[in-house]
């Protein structure tokens, strides 16, 4: 996982499982993706956009803004990226 030096966003590459991620903005997006995670002014909810690796656009994930339990934003991003794994049009909730 790299995270920026506050620790306030991650980012990391992930091959989406079958049926990839959910975006608001194209639909389903498969394959190789880059996701970022940045935590939300209140601390408690994260915005998640993707895009293909490599690409200069960026999609928001279907779901976001999110809640982020406990505001554990590292834990919802290892989560998040575990979902996306396992691809079904995984969204941000």
Wanted: hydrophobic share 35%.
């Amino acid at each position: 996982m790299t995270d920026s030096p506050d620790t306030t966003s991650y980012q990391d590459d992930v091959a989406a499982g079958p049926g990839g991620a959910m975006t608001d903005d194209v639909g389903v997006i498969t394959g190789d993706l880059t996701i970022r995670t940045a935590a939300g002014r209140d601390g408690h909810s994260a915005h998640v956009t993707v895009q293909y690796t490599g690409a200069d656009e960026w999609y928001t994930l279907t779901g976001s803004p999110a809640p982020v339990p406990d505001g554990n934003l590292a834990a919802y991003h290892d989560s998040l990226l575990a979902r996306i794994r396992q691809g079904g049009a995984a969204t941000a909730t």
